[in-house]
């Protein structure tokens, strides 16, 4: 992994991204704390070409997107254009929000949904993975729904974007799930799993939870993996020192360059 293949998911710093003039602050904030890449999400209303100038100025790739869920399945076209725009290749379905991981019918369907949005995207050049909770760990037809949602779709128009504290909240293992999806997994949310005092998880920088880096790096290196991303739903505090220690322990302890 290089340091230039880690990059900042803005949904952690959502709350600072709220206009254009938020967006252009933060993103300043971003490159300085060393990161050269960013995944585009939690932003307010801006135009995509005054956030191409803004990522340019600061000499940050978008690397990637999410986009809403509802958007990406059922107006394709938009999100297509919307990438073309940041000149991005990926993006990730999100969050499955109305999706009832009890009914067949539901997770059927939507596996049918993204299969058929992936296959647009990827005949436009672009990759559709998809962002995983703890929910999809629910079993179906004697599996998690995650291995069904992979097996039921073409490698080629769904992809994975696994999220590492999601795969440990559910009760899976982040290494091996990198390892599972060899060929398939462009990109990695990492995000480490903390227990407290109290016996409740909660998000933590990385290197400060319990989860094992060098051997999900490992993985996911030997997996493929194009962009390493930090994201971190909740932080103690500042969210830009958050992203900071999690760059510097990424930066010492597992860049090669």
Known sequence: MKISQVAAQLYTLRDHLKTPAEVAETLKKVRAIGYQAVQVSGMGPIDET???????????????????????????????????????????????????????????????????????????????TYHNHAHEFAHYQGRTVLEFM????????????????????????????????KGRLPLLHLKDYGVGADGKPYFAEIGRGNLDWPEIITAAEASGCQWFIVEQDVCPGDPFESLAI????????????
């Open 50 to 128: 005054e956030l191409v100038r803004i990522l340019d100025n600061e000499g940050l790739t978008c690397c990637a997107t999410h986009e809403p869920g509802n958007l990406i399945l059922d107006d394709t076209a938009k999100v297509i254009e919307r990438l073309h725009k940041l000149g991005c290749r990926y993006t990730a379905y999100p969050y499955p929000a109305g999706i009832d991981f009890q009914k067949p019918d539901h997770i059927e369907t939507l596996a049918n949904k993204l299969d058929v949005a992936g296959a647009a995207m990827a005949k436009a050049g672009q990759v559709l």
């Open 246 to 257: 999690s760059f510097r322990c990424l930066q010492e302890k597992f860049a090669d360059g």
């Open 150 to 181: 992979y097996a039921a779709t073409n490698p080629r128009h769904l992809q994975g974007e696994i999220d590492t504290y999601w795969v440990q909240a559910g009760g899976g293992d982040p290494a091996a799930w990198c390892r599972r999806l």
